[in-house]
Nanobody
Framework: QVQLVESGGGLVQAGGSLRLSCAAS????????MGWFRQAPGKEREFVAA????????YYADSVKGRFTISRDNAKNTVYLQMNSLKPEDTAVYYC????????????????WGQGTQVTVSS
């Protein structure tokens, strides 16, 4: 069982930056692939970024590639999402998620989810 708690969301102007954090419980955090997803009002939850258990492999949605960076610190049981050059279309609730085993990008493959943190980008 893994419990996830996101933090770091807020209101930022277009072009600004935010860093999201996701703290995980449990002693086997380093065995889980981690992902960030987001959901805007009236839209389906979508993939943003994912990272393998070791941190050696990362994946990004085309819409955030070059602007967002996912990383993890297994000693701190934490995964991060550094978001730069934010755009109004990045406004959404951001969720972190965990799955045992290999890293994938599909929402349905993740077993554990946090409660989400709101990110609002003003124009």
């Amino acid at each position: 069982q893994v419990q996830l708690v996101e933090s770091g969301g807020g209101l930022v102007q277009a072009g600004g930056s935010l860093r999201l954090s996701c703290a995980a419980s449990g002693r086997t955090f380093s065995s889980y692939a981690m992902g960030w997803f987001r959901q805007a009002p009236g839209k389906e939850r979508e993939f943003v970024a994912a990272i393998s258990w070791s941190g050696g492999s990362t994946y990004y949605a085309d819409s955030v590639k070059g602007r967002f960076t996912i990383s993890r610190d297994n000693a701190k049981n934490t995964v991060y999402l550094q978001m730069n050059s934010l755009k109004p279309e990045d406004t959404a609730v951001y969720y972190c998620a965990a799955r045992w085993g290999t890293v994938v990008t599909g929402t349905r493959f993740y077993d554990y989810w946090g409660q989400g943190t709101q990110v609002t980008v003003s124009s």
